[in-house]
């Protein structure tokens, strides 16, 4: 069968330009003789809408549009379509997320998703109604049976996703299909492509049936959708693979047994997950342009070369925010940089300010010595800055803190903290200068001096982060085998790490939630990023767990 996969990017509640971009694929896919269509999951509404469902407006709008393709749909062309649908049920949850097969202005299927996802960032169960049946159709020659996203997960390992009492593709097996179509909305990770192809995989491999996965793109709120929609042959080979986080129309056959096509580059994804996650997020809540403090460090300097990728140049600036503590080399590295990228740096002492400051609250400061307060006032300082450009010309301040600050509390809150999206929040410090380095393999646009300096805050005289913090190339690992893996204070022992420096890591990452919880949104790129994805309480024991 030809079929074409309408890997396209909506817009959460957006419906006459979703209704557009579908109607605009599904004409095309006709002229070019495909014999049916596939979309990804939800494509009506966007996903995901969270608790936009709540509202009765939103739910009768996507029926509504809906209905508007049946009806404007070419008539020969079959058209699988994501939407929400009521639960007609009547028992349960209200509503059901639900895929139909549409020919002639005719639905000739309905099938609501079996598996309702509730980890990670996912919470389907708080909004949908499991289906209890799955459903086979005869349709211009072969037996389809549609998987909605999690309902090929089933085979998952217990620690990625969730073990399921039911697998619902063995059960369309069971009815005969010979043609597994899987509309998705599965958010990028880093290794996630490969576990995707390893599940369609394992379908052909048992069954002989092949599978068109189509997977939505774009960047909703801190998810960044990949596309990467494939079809595997009745070997399950990957013999068709869409362009990563590009929209794409592509027709392929269900009975292809072409050569076998590898996934991306995994350095080469992690940059365009990025970038579309600046890109989308801008237009998406309506801003036109970013702006950045450059510190003349490696964080800033890699979140202003990808805004710079996002965006046209001139439409990025950046703030050198010089204090009495901030070196020559670090204002010197900044401009090169700037010049590099073709941003507009513009230089705003803070020292007045900071002055300022001090003089006024030297008289309840009398008699106390200069700490941190002193550091974070300079950090503060540079937020109002920048928060008061945002202000005045609308523009969407990125913030530059990376994951290990974030999960140490080496931030500070209402200062360097803050922003309208965390770009490299996700990324722990050795994950930052692997990517800058990656980017600069390309076209060396960060200057050697910044990845070369020992990374500091300049917020005092010769100040280190390592005066503080352990090396980021031991406290990374302890991190991530605690945020991203969950391992244990004794498990992280065990693997040969000093047990009062994992205590002393452990400890700062408890004692920092308060300010995450105040954080910007941060764009996902790993199995568990600061956000929706982990929830924790801010009022609990810090304990080594």
């Keep these: 069968m030809r079929v074409a996969i309408g890997q396209i990017n909506p817009v959460i509640g957006d419906f006459a330009g979703n209704e557009k971009r579908i109607l605009d694929a599904v004409r095309k896919a006709d002229a070019r003789g495909a014999e049916l269509i596939v979309f990804p999951e939800m494509c009506i509404c966007g996903y ?31 058209i699988v379509l994501g939407y929400v649908d009521k639960n007609r049920s009547r028992s349960g949850k209200h509503l059901a997320n639900t895929a139909v097969l549409i020919q002639d202005g005719k639905i000739l299927l309905t099938q609501v998703k079996s598996l309702l996802p509730t980890y990670d960032v996912f919470d389907e169960a708080r909004y949908f109604e499991p289906s209890k049946k799955r459903h086979v159709i005869s ?35 069971d009815q005969g299909a010979t043609l597994i179509l899987a509309p998705s909305a599965s958010p990028y990770y880093r290794g996630k492509p490969q576990i995707r192809l390893s599940l369609l995989s394992r379908i052909g491999k048992s069954s002989g049936v092949p599978v068109v996965y189509v997977n939505m793109i774009g960047g909703n709120d801190s998810l960044i959708f990949d596309g990467q929609s494939m079809l595997t042959s009745r070997e399950g080979r ?37 970038v579309l996650g600046i890109k989308d997020y801008l237009q998406k809540c309506g801003f036109d342009r970013v702006h950045i403090g450059l510190s003349g460090g490696i964080d800033s300097a890699l979140v202003a070369a990808l805004a710079a990728r996002a965006i046209d140049p001139d439409r990025v600036k950046a703030f050198a925010l010089p ?8 204002i010197r590295d900044s401009e090169q940089l700037a010049g590099n990228l073709g941003i507009q740096l513009i230089r705003l002492p803070i020292e007045e300010a900071f002055k300022a400051f001090l003089s006024s609250l030297a008289p309840i400061f009398a008699g106390r010595e200069e700490d941190i307060t002193e550091e974070n006032l300079q950090a503060r300082i540079r937020g109002t800055f920048l928060m008061a450009y945002s202000n005045k010309f609308s523009s969407l301040l990125l913030a530059t803190g990376n994951k290990s600050e974030l999960a140490t509390g080496y931030a500070t809150l209402y200062g360097d903290m803050c922003g309208g999206l965390a770009v490299i929040g996700d990324l722990f410090k050795t994950e930052v200068y692997a990517l800058a380095r990656n980017l600069n393999r390309k076209k060396k646009v960060i200057p050697e001096a910044i990845l070369a300096k020992p990374p500091s805050a300049e917020l005092k005289p010769d100040q280190k982060d390592q005066d503080t913090l352990p090396p980021y190339e031991i406290l990374d690992q302890i991190l991530k085998l605690y945020i991203v893996h969950n391992h244990s204070f004794e498990e992280i022992t065990r693997k040969g790490f000093e ?17 995450r919880r105040q954080a910007p949104p941060v764009l996902k790129i790993s199995p568990r990023a600061f956000g929706t994805g982990r929830r924790i309480p801010i009022a609990r024991e810090i304990y080594e767990a």
């Design 48 to 78: 995901p809408p969270m608790d936009l469902l709540d509202h009765e407006t939103f739910v009768q709008a996507n029926l509504k549009t809906l209905r508007s393709i049946q009806k404007n749909s070419p008539s020969e062309i079959g």
């Design 139 to 173: 349709f211009k020659g072969e037996r389809i049976g549609i998987a909605i996203c999690e309902d090929f997960w089933w085979e998952a390992d217990p620690a990625s996703a969730t073990p399921y009492s039911i697998d619902p593709v063995k059960d369309l097996l």
């Design 238 to 274: 990957c013999v068709f693979l869409c362009k990563a986080f590009e929209e794409e129309l592509k027709i392929v056959d269900t009975g292809s047994q072409g050569d076998e096509i590898a996934l991306r580059d995994e350095d080469e994804e992690l940059e365009q997950a990025l």
């Design 323 to 330: 204090s009495r503590y901030s070196s020559q080399a670090g």
């Design 499 to 515: 047990p009062s420096l994992v205590r002393e890591v452990l400890t700062r990452v408890g004692r920092a939630e308060y300010k």
